[in-house]
């Protein structure tokens, strides 16, 4: 009997546990490697953060009149189309819990759990961290929330002894959750891989603290039973990792802003340099060796091209990185606003090239090896299948049987009769497609295939300002446009058939592999070959029919055109202009206005998609300036661009705004940088002190900089638009000239450098007096320096400078796009630094 009972008390105490071994079939070896336990194949994932049972997306889905469920079946089933394999959430612990801690089952828990059961039937795991500490406002003001984190606020719940409780008791809670639509525990979920405690933790006090803190979550974590991997954030408070490495915990999270947060526009140049290399300050210890990787967060925020994705995930593996998550994707039904985090845009439908560029890091993720090291830049822009290029804006997947790229590509696969899946933005040698939306075709049998065309999407504002509901950013177009595919397993002519619900297109043959298609998801079935499945039919994880975007929201044309700043005098010009319309226009010019002369007529040239194209001549760029705008024809009229004007009659007295291009001469110097006009966009650390000035007696301003710390105070600004008229003259420029002066009346020292767009990065010292004069260097004088990590990343503790320049390199003038200008410390005899003086920047010129 006591025999009995006693194997009895085994099983009740063993089985929980068992059960949890069986659901969470995840251990950390002894390498800190997280494995399968059933394979022990390394445990790898990629995807994204997204929010829409919480905060301020749930808020907007209530103001917009959208159903939080509709809008997580659209974006979790792009999801699937960008191979995503990983969900994380902080969860904002403050809208499902009270100050006890108790868990509060609401409307926001009942959404999470909803979202976590269309990812399971999608294949996509997750990690979740049940607290966040933050407030449910950003960006707007937090509402009167119920949990403790409002009770308590971040830095108290570290350290107030009733916070701590009531901390405990959630995440008890919260793990002994069972998903009403799984009929699961989350401490029992399969497709939970793991637990992070909380979200960027930032601690004071003792190494000793930290870990008595991290243990009594965990205590409290695993009195459910639960055997999951716990993580806990080591990006913060690294001065106390001692206490994380002590702590039982299996593994630690990372993140990476690489361009920083908030410059407020779009960050412009080759930032490949600042994603090289993700260096662990304690990357040796012994301890963080035997501990998992995951990143919680990542971004290049700011930046609004598509190569650089691809990048950061191989600098994660290289680092040991197991799995990582985007932050963040915005919801599709307010992603035309960027509002919820507007220094951060991801969206299949809104930001295609980028999201294919997430795809293609995910696969980076899945398939280079865990700390594979492939150099430095630029030799590591080539890893694997990958390549990334800045000066193509372009990031390529080539495998035997995948295609993945995003942006216009002439490369060409090994073997196009083995390919099974393609997906891009743009033309390549197997796809031309003229829209700018994306596209994905995969191979269901032989002979057979699925395409799906998403929506035109067009950027008409920069969407890294300052954002609002009533601000669109970017307008969806469903246009019809030429496409052509050429796989030989389809053939040159085949059979085209309508798949999802409300596409009224008519199943139709291709000629030559050419036709005209507008978004929307089709079977592609080969002449003469014979299939068995439907509309309806299943494969992989989607529905053939399954297709997802917003309706057309372009309600006006739109003209978008940069003017040339500059140009040489004695040259043509070049212009370029998007017009974006609901059909093709019926006709497109330019009007030059030149002073005391009849306006003169120039074509503009449809050269593709949205794009024309024309020409100014240099007989008409006479004076110091040249006006013009863009006329287009729809509909039998015709308006003016950029005022929009109809049935101007007296072009040199009716119309309210022109493009206006400066003409100089070719000896005249090149404008780098001028405080007045490039101000804003330059890259550099926030100083409260700085100030833009007017000098009236120059007639123009200077940009004061004085920094408060002894260290390196470096800047940096891309010029590329400001000298896009003026390339020419660029080579027969030999000096580089700072004009400003050094502040309070102490002399200063400076590093004047030129950047490359291929990284290539050379400079040279100058000293700067108190009085205001322009000051030279030779340009045959620079010499090659560091690449400044700018904006400066976070975590802080990444590299402050890079060497990215070629030994055996020089400096290319016909290369340059970036100027960095670094304040230097002074020195003493003894080598010990002094306050810096400060500078004011009126320009920097090519002489």
């Known amino acids: ?212 803190f991290i243990n009594g979550m965990v205590g409290s974590m695993r009195k459910t039973g639960c055997a999951k991997p716990v993580f806990y954030n080591i990006s913060h408070s690294i001065h106390l990792a001692q206490g994380y490495f002590d702590a039982d915990i299996q593994g630690g999270t990372f993140q990476w802003y690489p361009t920083g947060l908030q410059a407020k526009h779009e960050i412009m140049g080759n930032l490949l ?62 992603a035309y606003a960027n ?11 809104y930001t295609p090239q980028k999201a294919l560029s997430l795809k293609i890091a995910s696969e980076v993720f899945h398939n280079i090896p865990l700390y594979k090291d492939f150099g430095k830049f630029p030799a590591d822009t080539s890893f694997g299948d990958f390549r990334v290029s800045y000066g193509q804006d372009l990031a390529e997947m080539v495998t035997k049987d995948k295609f993945i790229y995003t942006n216009h590509t002439t490369t060409v696969p090994e073997n196009t009769e083995a390919l099974e899946h393609i997906s891009g933005s743009g033309n390549s040698t197997v796809v031309k497609y003229e829209g700018t939306g994306a596209y994905f075709l995969d191979k269901l049998e032989k002979g057979v295939w699925r395409m799906e065309v998403l929506p035109d999407a067009i950027w008409v504002q920069d969407p890294f300002g300052y954002n609002s509901l009533d601000k669109v950013l970017a307008v969806i177009n469903w246009r019809q446009w030429p496409m052509s595919v050429r796989v030989p397993d389809l053939g040159d002519d085949f059979e085209i058939r309508p798949l999802n619900k409300g596409n009224d297109a008519k199943i139709f043959n291709t000629k030559n592999q050419t036709f005209n298609i507008t978004p929307g998801a089709y079977m592609l079935v080969k002449k003469g070959a014979s299939n068995k499945l439907t509309s309806a039919s299943k494969w992989k994880n989607i529905t053939l029919n399954e297709f997802v975007a917003p309706a057309t929201t372009l309600e006006k044309t739109y003209v978008l055109h940069s003017p040339v700043k500059e140009v040489s005098a004695g040259e043509d010009v070049r212009v370029k202009v998007q017009i974006v319309s609901l059909k093709q226009p019926e006709a497109a010019r330019i009007k030059l206005l030149v002073k005391g002369v009849k306006p003169v007529d120039l074509a503009l040239e449809h050269t593709g998609g949205y794009q024309y194209a024309g020409t100014i001549p240099a007989e008409f760029l006479k004076g110091d300036v040249v006006n013009y705008c863009i006329l287009v024809r729809e509909n039998g009229i015709e308006k003016q661009y950029p005022s929009e004007q109809e049935n101007i009659k007296d072009w040199n007295n009716e119309v309210d705004k022109l493009f206006e291009t400066h003409i100089l001469p070719k000896s005249s110097p090149i404008n780098l940088f001028s405080a007045a006009a490039d101000h804003e966009q330059l890259l550099r650390p926030y100083l409260k002190t700085s100030r833009l000035n007017p000098v009236p007696e120059m007639g123009t301003s200077e940009l004061s900089i004085y920094p408060e710390k002894a260290e390196q105070y470096a800047m940096r600004y891309n010029f590329k638009n400001n000298i896009a008229g003026r390339k020419s003259d660029v080579l027969s420029k030999t000096k580089l000239v700072f004009h400003g002066r050094a502040l309070n009346e102490k002399p200063c020292t400076i590093e004047l450098v030129l950047i490359g767009k291929d990284g290539s990065v050379y400079g040279a010292t100058l000293n700067v ?79």
């Open 1 to 212: 009997m006591k025999l009995a009972l006693a194997f009895l008390l085994l099983i009740l105490f063993v089985a929980p546990i068992a059960y949890s071994q069986k659901s969470n079939d995840v251990y950390v070896d002894k390498g800190g490697v997280m494995r399968w336990g059933n394979t022990k194949e390394e445990v790898k994932g990629f995807g994204v953060n997204y929010t829409v049972p919480f905060a301020y997306a749930y808020r907007v889905a209530k103001q917009l009149n959208v159903s939080p469920e509709k809008a997580i079946d659209d974006d979790v089933y792009h999801f699937s189309r960008l191979g995503f394999d990983l969900y994380r959430v902080h969860v904002w612990d403050t809208e499902i819990s009270d100050t006890l801690g108790n868990l509060l089952e609401n409307e926001h828990l009942r959404l999470l759990d909803y979202a976590l059961k269309k990812m399971k039937d999608r294949g996509i795991r997750f990690v979740l961290t049940p607290i966040a500490y933050w407030g449910n406002g950003w960006p707007e003001k937090d509402e009167k929330t119920p949990g403790f984190s409002r009770k308590y606020g971040k830095a108290a719940c570290l350290t107030n002894p009733d916070a701590i409780k009531a901390q405990q008791n959630y995440l008890y809670q919260f793990l002994n959750h069972v998903n009403p639509y799984t009929g699961v525990a989350y401490k029992n979920e399969p497709d939970l891989i793991a637990f992070e405690i909380s979200n960027e933790p930032q601690h004071g006090g003792r190494a000793s603290d930290v870990t008595a």
């Open 273 to 334: 340099p600042n994603v090289d290399d993700y260096k662990i300050p304690f990357a040796a210890n012994p301890r963080f060796k035997q501990m998992a990787k995951i990143v919680y967060e990542f971004d290049a925020a700011d930046v609004g091209r598509s190569y650089i994705y691809p990048a950061m995930a191989r600098s994660f593996r290289t680092a040991g990185m197991q799995l990582a998550t985007h932050f963040a994707y915005d919801p599709t039904y307010f």
């Open 339 to 349: 509002t919820e985090y507007d220094t951060h845009y991801m969206n299949l439908i």
């Open 769 to 847: 007096k108190p009085e205001s004069s322009a000051y030279a260097m030779l340009l045959a004088d620079l010499k090659k320096t560091d690449f400044i990590s700018l904006p400066r990343p976070y975590p802080g503790f990444l590299p402050y400078s890079i060497n990215t320049t070629p030994e055996a390199g020089k400096l290319d003038l016909s290369n340059i796009e970036t100027l960095q200008i670094v304040l230097l410390p002074a020195q003493t005899a003894g080598q010990n630094q002094k306050p810096l003086a400060g500078i004011a920047i009126q320009n920097v010129t090519l002489e």
